[in-house]
Nanobody, 125 residues
Framework: QVQLVESGGGQVETGGSLRLSCAAS????????MGWFRQAPGKEREFVAV????????????YADFVKGRFTISRANTGTTTLTLQMNGLNSEDTAVYYC??????????????WGKGTLVTVSS
């Protein structure tokens, strides 16, 4: 059973930064797609950023247009896997519950195999 545990959420003022982490169980392979998604109040869950791997191009990262240049996704595969999302220049539209997802190939549509329980990010003006 794959387990994903997010941490690092909290409240921050507009323009501030937060760093989210996702600790994955040892059943997550270094080649497993992993990413961040978010769900704002009253909205559907949406894609934020992902790291992927395939044998032709190796590791790639992809971002939703609304976070490009502000958020950075990174991944450490040292024994267990830790996925990180560095978020800078936060604004009120970034307020949401942020979820870590793993597995699945249709990541742009949020079709991941495993999910964490989420961590709340609140951006206040």
């Amino acid at each position: 059973q794959v387990q994903l545990v997010e941490s690092g959420g909290g409240q921050v003022e507009t323009g501030g930064s937060l760093r989210l982490s996702c600790a994955a169980s040892d059943r997550v392979l270094s080649t497993t797609n992993m990413g961040w998604f978010r769900q704002a109040p009253g909205k559907e869950r949406e894609f934020v950023a992902v790291t992927t791997w395939n044998p032709w191009v190796g590791i790639r990262t992809y971002y939703a247009d609304f976070v490009k240049g502000r958020f950075t996704i990174s991944r450490a595969n040292t024994g267990t896997t830790t996925l990180t999302l560095q978020m800078n220049g936060l604004n009120s539209e970034d307020t949401a519950v942020y979820y870590c997802g793993a597995g699945g190939s249709d990541w742009r549509n949020g079709a991941m195999d495993y999910w964490g329980k989420g961590t709340l990010v609140t951006v206040s003006s």
